[in-house]
């Protein structure tokens, strides 16, 4: 990035004497000459920050890189310093490189959030009498739980959807705290990596099809290759499995990329907009323009609140679906 706005800043900055001259050089000649500049300003210029470092600029490069909120990276930008990731080595076992990022600390934050949530839940309701309630985190936890499993996970998977209501809780509290933590200042928002996002949709797909081989057996898999109706002739039957293989194979991985895409799409963009509309402050460079870009991120920070708890139920709800779709023979 510090290399393409130096090498447009550079371009936008070249004197308008040289424009006839560039007009009649050949392609090459103009890039090598822009390539050229660039390189000398961003040496000459800490503006442009080093480019073969790779350390952040400082000055106007900095407005450039306002994504690192939806970014992951080895450093945690806290107010007054910096926390790096691990000093002084990475951790390194093999080709794995282990190393934690600051998306990793967040998503283990909201492990623990979740697990304190469900569990402290569960302590208080086993403390609570028959019929009363332990209090209001009690009361929260419950209803939030209870409205998972009878409008979410029962509908959508039916008989034996009981045994999966326990995943579909955890996987929804998991994604709710993940997206509320890109929220706060100085947060970030593991859910906006697309690596975060395969990896919930991959757990939720050995899910559906363990869940799946453990209702119907391994014929689950024989099914998707060849189910011959009756009544059909032999010929027919291979000429509708022929068809009909390429598109159930496709849609088993269709709905994990489903899962993937939607997630981290909507949790990008929200940030991205928010972002953008805070720059504007910046690009303009005028107090007279301040009252409209806070008053849109308010609102737009409270449709982020929405967003967090709405992409969680969605994750929910759609995983429940796919686990309903294979456990049942029609």
Excluded at 19 to 31: F, G, K, S
Aim: with cysteine.
């Amino acid at each position: 990035m510090i290399a393409t706005a130096a090498v447009l800043l550079a371009l936008a900055g070249a004197p308008a004497q040289a424009a006839p001259r560039a007009a009649h050089a050949p392609v090459e000649v103009v890039a090598q000459n822009a390539e050229v500049q660039a390189e000398h300003r961003a040496a000459t210029n800490p503006a442009y920050g080093n480019r073969d470092s790779g350390e952040p600029a400082s000055g106007k490069e900095e407005q450039l890189d306002f994504l690192h909120h939806v970014q992951d990276s080895r450093e945690w930008e806290l107010p007054g310093t910096t926390v790096h990731f691990p000093p002084p080595h990475t951790w390194q076992v093999g080709p794995i490189d282990l190393t934690p990022t600051k998306f990793v600390v967040f998503l283990l934050l909201a492990g623990v959030l979740t697990v304190l949530t469900l569990l402290g839940g569960a302590s208080l309701a086993a403390k609570a009498e028959p019929g009363v309630t332990a209090g209001k985190r009690h009361n929260i936890v419950e209803a939030m739980v209870l409205f998972i499993r009878n409008e979410v996970v029962m509908p959508n998977i039916g008989h034996g959807g009981e045994k999966f209501a326990p995943f579909v809780c955890t996987l929804f509290f998991f994604i709710m705290f993940a997206n509320l933590l890109g929220i706060f200042p100085y947060g970030a928002s593991a859910t906006a990596s697309i690596s975060v996002t395969v990896g919930l949709a991959l757990i939720v797909f050995l899910v559906v099809e363990v869940g799946a081989i453990i209702s119907k057996g391994f014929g689950h898999w024989l099914h998707t290759v060849w189910m011959k109706p009756p009544g059909l002739s032999p010929v027919l039957g291979i000429a509708m499995a022929m068809f009909l293989l390429p598109l159930e194979l496709l849609a088993k991985f269709v709905r994990p990329i489903a899962l993937t895409i939607r997630l981290m799409a909507n949790m990008t963009a929200g940030h991205i907009v928010l972002l953008a509309i805070i720059s504007l402050i910046f690009v303009f460079g005028s107090w007279a323009v301040v009252i409209g870009p806070v008053f849109m991120a308010v609102a737009i920070t409270f449709l982020e609140i929405f967003v967090a708890f709405l992409q969680a139920f969605i994750f929910a709800i759609l995983s429940s679906v796919f686990i309903g779709l294979v456990r049942h023979a029609h």
